[in-house]
DNA sequence: GCTAAAGTGTGACTTAAGTCACAGCGCGGT
DNA sequence: ACCGCGCTGTGACTTAAGTCACACTTTAGC
């Protein structure tokens, strides 16, 4: 690992640099930085200034905001390929994070110097287009929390993550309740005594920070609930 | 009113279309429709196929989703310049509108042919910088709504709204209590409530479709509760 | 293996938010 | 002026959600 000849290959994998020259890709891993996080890890604080640009290589951050009274809530999760501070990429103005990003599982970030950066994509049609589609993507997910938030009983918007996160691939690192509160904008003692229900109710199984779905299709009824 | 030149150059005076020659606006223009709408007179809804690209020229769209039992929550606000079917132009999957559209204020509105649209504007770079910068900012202020919904106080979130609505020019049209509720989660009475406790603390006075803030840092304060 | 720390389970209680019901009020028609 | 409808004001009540307290369980570290 570590060769520049390598990460520029590891770049020209994402679609959101598919079609950059390998000379490119190569410049531009010569004056990035790779860093590895632990599961739990903070990756950026809300409030941080914005050094440079960073992409996900592999794993997965959580992008959450933190009230006074310490909750916190989930916002979105950066997959590999997908980038971190767009925000102020694009509006000049803002040099800092808006939220804060911990990784969710062992995850591998690279810090691309903007100014590289910038310069290298400015010209790159394929590039926007495809940035345009991340953020859009971004922009539904999002509306879909916030209404689910304003118009959704905690019960079902835990059994819509629960479905959602059943059709992912095997995530290596359980989740805690207090993590699943975070998601689904509640406390811990909720998560519980709503999981609680559902096994009662025989829709599942708890196991520590393992959860066995029994029954989706009761909890995609209770999903759709509105 | 009402000829192609006029409408073409209404489109040039916007961001997203400053650089375009005065030629393609017109052709544009030409197989483009306007249409006007009341104020609360819905524009879209949820579900309907997407026929077209929507441009507000004029006026404020509210893009809100339902619940079951016709609570509604505002998501987002289209102003002048701002453009409404983003979503699947750019997903070419999706082909129907994720949310509904009222206009809050007396709008016009110009329907662009999606194909001339996607051809025109393919090619240039200003229009994807500027599309951009419109994404993020909405991204920002729809993460800055769902974290407020999950953790803070309906009071605090209504405090905020005051302060934002204070700080817009005169908006013709009143608000009345239950589209209060529908921009900040939840319902009228709960509004209805909280201003009387505002206006008994003396932080503003309440007339028909009609508010007075009196002391806007006792509100801002409040909104500041996190 | 013991201990500390983190995670979980749960009852009892408080509180914010939502529901229901109904009485005024104000404005726009005819 | 009158009527009617939509908006507002408010009390009484219900309920979902959040808080607190505490016991128990699992895991990681020494």
Redesign the pocket.
Known sequence: MGTHQDLAWRLGQFELFSMLPMELLLRMAQSSVVHSYGAREMVFTEGDEISSLLLVLEGDIAVFKRSS?C?EQVLAHLKAGEVVSLVPLLLDEQTCHSASGRASLPTQVVSIRLDMFKELVERNFVFHRTLQRFLVGRLEQLSFLAASLSLQ???SRLAAFLIRQADQPGQST?I???EIGAEI??????V??L??DFEQAGWLE?K??QLVLKNRAALEEEARRW
């Open positions: 009274d909750r009983s905690a019960r359980g805690t309740q207090v904008g509640t406390v811990r003692e909720i519980a005594r999981l609680r708890r520590r920070q």
